[in-house]
């Protein structure tokens, strides 16, 4: 069964400090791993797609297929950096309407 | 400019109340969907609307109906409204291909 997992539900880091939002997933076959950001009462945006393996806004993630594990990470936090962020799985179907499942989320919070 | 957009923002409404939330994408995207975001900010799909037809449905009590007269629309009308159903609407898009989701700004709904 398509799954995500988020461990921490908060995590708080001083301004500066590297940040690292972890993200496991299971599935059977080749997902496609996104992280989504949530500022403080506005919609979801995408952050990153591991296919495109882009940094944006300093994050990075890298997809580790052996450890089935998509996590999210900057190596100084901002306080513009403070939202909830969602790990998303979609399965190997390559359409649209593949079931896209959501992690719990993690909220952020950094601290000045 | 907008890309999805839902209509209203905001809902308040009392118990047993029959409510509609619409939504609507200018991306051309092919897919749609509700999701529905509680206090928790725990994120739950509730339908998936392919082309007009519908694709997923989660389980979500029969009082939820969701309606899509073209592939750019798609409403969620809610009869009998519940205290349970409190929480905020979430409309996305996406394209054909797989890829990324779009997300809607978001309709908060209280019932009373």
């Known amino acids: 069964a398509q799954r995500v997992t988020q461990p921490e539900k908060l995590l708080s880091v001083f301004k500066g400090a590297p940040v690292e939002l972890k993200c496991n997933y299971s599935?059977?076959?080749?997902?496609?791993l996104f992280w989504y950001v949530q500022y403080s009462r506005q919609r979801l945006q995408l952050l990153l797609r591991h296919i495109s393996r882009e940094s944006i806004k300093g994050f990075t993630a890298d997809l580790n297929k052996g450890e089935t594990s998509f996590h999210l990470k900057k190596p100084f936090a901002q306080e513009e950096d403070s939202a909830m962020y969602y790990c998303a799985l979609s399965g190997g179907m390559k359409t649209s309407y593949d079931k896209v499942i959501f992690g719990p989320g993690t909220s952020l919070s950094v601290i000045p | 400019d907008t890309a999805v957009s839902q209509t209203p923002k905001y809902l308040v409404t009392q118990m047993g109340n029959d409510k509609s939330i619409k939504c609507e994408q200018n991306l051309g995207h092919d897919t749609m969907y509700w999701y529905k975001q509680d206090s928790k900010k725990f994120l739950k799909i509730m339908f998936s609307y392919n082309n007009k037809e519908l694709i997923i449905n989660e389980t979500v009590p029969n009082r939820f109906s969701p309606k899509s007269p073209d592939k750019a629309h798609l409403n969620l009308h809610i009869n009998s409204l519940e205290l349970g159903d409190s929480a905020v609407y979430f409309c996305?898009?996406?394209?054909?291909?797989?890829?990324?989701?779009?997300f809607g700004p978001g309709t908060r709904l209280l019932v009373l």
């Open positions: 996305a898009s996406r394209t054909k291909g797989g890829g990324a989701q779009y």
């Open positions: 599935y059977s076959g080749s997902p496609e």
